[in-house]
T-cell receptor
Framework: GQQLNQSPQSMFIQEGEDVSMNCTSSSIFNTWLWYKQDPGEGPVLLIALYKAGELTSNGRLTAQFGITRKDSFLNISASIPSDVGIYFCAGQFRGSQGNLIFGKGTKLSVKP | DGGITQSPKYLFRKEGQNVTLSCEQNLNHDAMYWYRQDPGQGLRLIYYSQIVNDFQKGDIAEGYSVSREKKESFPLTVTSAQKNPTAFYLC????????????FGSGTRLTVV
């Protein structure tokens, strides 16, 4: 079946640092989405991407739809403590009937 | 305001008992989904429904059952056949077709005691 590889699995951030994470798929996707999940809550949509090469920002967050349509990237600039949580990528391929494939998530924690 | 509501937030069940988790949406979405999330794990699809009175098994449907009698509602029953039911359960909904993201509920944490 379709799979998404999301990396890194986890990372520690220090306030002010920039953060990058990415997802790669074995198939071409038509839509890429990025979600954030706070502890004990449901994921919330951050950014949606619909075209190869598309670069979209939402405040300090920037996501890109890869040119090959098999990958996507999320960057967080100047991280703050409330950025901690789990970030999920998700994608749709043609013929998926709207069903999303999810990555396993990247957990952001604050450096001790 | 439109949204998707899961209840209860916390649920305790004795071993051998069935329990039903509620999911209601007023977003007029056609499709609804149930996911299970374990610590350190991603989201695993249990069941989904793209239209009233129809639903399909996801990757981990064994020990679970659903119904979709109304567009707004997609309850999940965790049966006694589910061997490891303690988990965080998430319901989601979306418009029909491709190009739409999911709206998630705030989840139900089920603990078997």
């Amino acid at each position: 079946g379709q799979q998404l590889n999301q990396s890194p699995q986890s990372m520690f951030i220090q306030e002010g640092e920039d953060v990058s994470m990415n997802c790669t798929s074995s198939s071409i996707f038509n839509t890429w989405l990025w979600y954030k999940q706070d502890p004990g809550e449901g994921p919330v949509l951050l950014i949606a991407l619909y075209k190869a090469g598309e670069l979209t920002s939402n405040g300090r967050l920037t996501a890109q739809f890869g040119i090959t349509r098999k990958d996507s990237f999320l960057n967080i600039s100047a991280s703050i403590p409330s950025d901690v949580g789990i970030y999920f990528c998700a994608g749709q391929f043609r013929g998926s009937q709207g069903n999303l494939i999810f990555g396993k998530g990247t957990k952001l924690s604050v450096k001790p | 305001d439109g949204g998707i509501t899961q209840s209860p937030k916390y649920l305790f069940r004795k071993e051998g008992q069935n329990v039903t988790l509620s999911c209601e949406q007023n977003l007029n979405h056609d499709a609804m989904y149930w996911y299970r999330q374990d610590p350190g794990q991603g989201l695993r699809l249990i069941y989904y429904s793209q239209i009233v009175n129809d639903f399909q098994k996801g990757d981990i449907a064994e020990g679970y059952s659903v119904s979709r009698e109304k567009k707004e509602s997609f309850p999940l029953t965790v049966t006694s056949a589910q061997k490891n039911p303690t988990a965080f359960y998430l319901c989601a909904s979306s418009k029909a077709g491709e190009g739409y993201g999911y709206t998630f509920g705030s989840g139900t944490r089920l603990t078997v005691v």
